[in-house]
């Protein structure tokens, strides 16, 4: 399907010479993979998207070895702390990433639904083991430091477990926010958090290498 996409207010994008796939939002690492396989399809790589798919399951079931390994009594349970205050809870991807982690999203345990606002007395009821913070500061124009500060030593907060243990991770948030193959990395990220170093992730890593062919 072709859209009839518009770039400013009216020329559309078709009109320009411009091959358009119109894929959806994902909401699930399954409909990534979905994405993926439209995209390779669209430009006749259907085995590069297959194999693509692969790689992400590969890690994805790495992952998911690795947390079991620890044989846990609990998942430990998190809570993404975003700029995005209505965003992490049910029915987003961070939520079905967490899935594949081996944790508990606090908000969306909490029936909190994404698109919903996460308030400081929501965040005092979940009290969750981990918080995963925020690191984005708009190429230097916001001051993410004392956003966290404010954050962290606010006095409605204090009970929580995660601040009064100092349980706080800040991630790559390149992979925790992700709608690509490289989603799987954000899974791990979050194991990462939750579970230590053993998940860490290794360098700056990317599948974006298995490059398509230009639409003919």
Same mark, same amino acid.
């Given at each position: 399907?072709?859209?009839?996409?518009?770039?400013?207010?009216?020329?559309?994008?078709?009109?320009? @010479?411009?091959?358009?796939?119109?894929?959806?939002?994902?909401?699930?690492?399954?409909?990534?993979?979905?994405?993926?396989?439209?995209?390779?399809?669209?430009?006749?790589?259907?085995?590069?998207?297959?194999?693509?798919?692969?790689?992400?399951?590969?890690?994805?079931?790495?992952?998911?070895?690795?947390?079991?390994?620890?044989?846990?009594?609990?998942?430990?349970?998190?809570?993404?702390?975003?700029?995005?205050?209505?965003?992490?809870?049910?029915?987003?991807?961070?939520?079905?990433?967490?899935?594949?982690?081996?944790?508990?999203?606090?908000?969306?345990?909490? @029936?909190?639904?994404?698109?919903?606002?996460?308030?400081?007395?929501?965040?005092?009821?979940?009290?969750?083991?981990?918080?995963?913070?925020?690191?984005?500061?708009?190429?230097?124009?916001?001051?993410?430091?004392?956003?966290?500060?404010?954050?962290?030593?606010?006095?409605?907060?204090?009970?929580?477990?995660?601040?009064?243990?100092?349980?706080?991770?800040?991630?790559?948030? @390149?992979?925790?926010?992700?709608?690509?193959?490289?989603?799987?990395?954000?899974?791990?990220?979050?194991?990462?958090?939750?579970? @230590?170093?053993?998940?860490?992730?290794?360098?700056?890593?990317?599948?974006?290498?298995?490059?398509?062919?230009?639409?003919?």
């Amino acid at each position: 399907e072709i859209s009839e996409c518009l770039v400013g207010s009216e020329m559309c994008i078709r009109d320009r @010479g411009m091959n358009v796939i119109v894929l959806k939002g994902p909401a699930t690492i399954e409909d990534i993979r979905q994405n993926v396989r439209t995209i390779a399809k669209a430009m006749h790589a259907d085995s590069k998207g297959e194999e693509l798919v692969k790689l992400m399951d590969s890690r994805l079931a790495q992952v998911k070895q690795q947390v079991a390994a620890l044989k846990l009594q609990q998942p430990k349970k998190i809570v993404l702390v975003s700029l995005m205050s209505s965003y992490g809870g049910k029915g987003c991807i961070f939520d079905d990433m967490c899935k594949e982690a081996g944790v508990i999203n606090g908000v969306s345990a909490a @029936g909190i639904k994404n698109g919903q606002q996460v308030t400081k007395e929501m965040l005092v009821k979940i009290d969750p083991d981990l918080l995963i913070m925020p690191v984005y500061n708009d190429h230097g124009n916001f001051d993410i430091k004392k956003y966290n500060q404010e954050f962290l030593e606010d006095p409605s907060l204090q009970t929580m477990r995660a601040i009064k243990r100092k349980q706080l991770f800040y991630p790559n948030e @390149g992979y925790i926010y992700n709608c690509s193959q490289d989603v799987v990395f954000g899974v791990q990220e979050i194991a990462h958090a939750a579970y @230590g170093e053993a998940f860490a992730v290794q360098g700056a890593v990317s599948y974006t290498h298995l490059t398509l062919p230009t639409i003919a």
